[in-house]
């Protein structure tokens, strides 16, 4: 009676985490695609760096739903890519009557290109190490001669926000070159930790909406899917059944398959897992015969029919939370389940 349940919980999992991997993946394709990481990074970096832009605001938007508006589609933050290296000596700050809205980015951007390459004329850097982003902060003080008080000054009068920071530990650091270099390194990695927290945020809001986007297209009813695995785990105990009491115990599974030889129908049905049944099901399905070449289905009607169906939502529901708890959390149940032990 044990193998039942531990069949039962195999199955929810291995469905589960499969249909989360899915999910993952779609999410994974969308943010390359569109090079969300990036743009993350360099919105702020914008902020920080030059402000807000005075017809548009902030670069950065803090509601999710303007992230799914601006960053994806609207603006794009990046500098333009070059593939030159960083030259020798950093360019200088402009003077407060002729700021550029982005010269301080220009101006990073030239001391962090090396790491960079093309991708569609925009940079595809997504990650800047705290130590690369201390060691070009202290670059471009370097063009006041290492005098940090006066490039303190510099961005004081272009307005750039990254003045108060810097301003803050500069003081910290006691005017200290290698202390206030240490200290940029851990202020820009919390500043970092802060940003990745807002990018899980909109994350979830994808998932959120992906999960609910492939519990429909599979019409994957959770419950449903239990009950047919308990089905299938009855059918083979009927089949087992038959192998050892003999011909007596034909009756059963001719009720089963009617019309026919019932070993052609138990060789199907036992090729079909519970699984399979369900995936069949969706909006477009596959089937792969014995012989012959695989072919595609469209299943509009009997999708839709499902999906229409008030008896299939808690199932639905009960599939849509199971996504959002995300493959990783399904590969670990899986592992306590089998026994299978991670790599140290």
């Known amino acids: 009676m044990l193998s039942v349940y531990v069949d039962l919980a195999l199955g929810l999992v291995v469905s589960f985490l499969l249909l989360s ?3 993952s993946g779609i999410n994974e394709a969308f943010v390359r695609v569109l090079s ?7 919105a702020y970096l914008r902020d920080t760096l030059d402000g807000a832009d005075a017809k548009t605001g902030s670069w950065l938007p803090a509601r999710v739903t303007d992230v799914f508006r601006v960053l994806p589609f609207l603006r794009d933050p990046r500098p333009r890519h070059s593939d030159q290296p960083a030259p020798s000596e950093p360019g200088s700050l402009p003077g407060p009557e002729t700021k550029a809205g982005d010269s301080m980015i220009k101006l990073l951007y030239e001391r962090v290109r090396e790491i960079d390459h093309a ?14 982003f201390a060691v070009a ?3 471009l003080a370097a063009t006041d001669d290492g005098d940090v008080e006066r490039f303190l000054a510099r961005l004081k009068e272009i307005d750039s926000p990254l003045y108060g920071h810097l301003k803050g530990i500069w003081e910290s650091a006691q005017r200290d070159l290698d202390r206030f270099r ?3 390194e ?3 990695d919390g500043e970092m930790q802060r ?16 999960g609910v986007g492939v519990t429909l297209l599979f019409s994957m009813d959770g419950l449903e899917y239990a009950k047919t695995l308990l089905r299938d785990n009855a059918f083979r105990a009927s089949v087992t059944a038959v192998a050892e009491a003999g011909p007596d115990a034909y009756d059963e599974l001719k009720a089963r398959c009617t019309g026919g030889d019932p070993v052609p129908c138990v060789t199907e049905t036992l090729s079909q897992p519970a699984l399979v049944k369900m995936m069949g099901q969706a909006m477009v399905s596959l089937s792969i015969p014995a012989e012959g070449e695989p072919s595609v289905h469209w299943n509009g009607g009997l999708w839709w029919d499902r999906i229409s169906t008030p008896s299939h939502w808690p199932g639905f529901l009960l599939t849509y939370v199971a996504l959002l708890f995300g493959a990783p959390f399904w ?7 089998t026994g299978i032990k991670s790599r140290s």
């Open 119 to 132: 991708k569609r004329g925009r940079t595809s850097i997504s990650n800047i190490p705290p130590g690369r």
């Open 36 to 42: 969300i990481r990036s743009k993350f990074l360099w």
């Open 182 to 184: 240490q200290g940029v």
């Open 21 to 23: 991997l899915l999910v």
């Open 331 to 337: 590969w670990d149940v899986f592992r306590r389940i």
């Open 195 to 210: 940003l990745s927290m807002l990018y899980r945020r909109y994350v979830k809001w994808v998932v959120a909406v992906l």
């Open 186 to 188: 851990i202020w820009f």
């Open 137 to 139: 902060v202290m670059e």
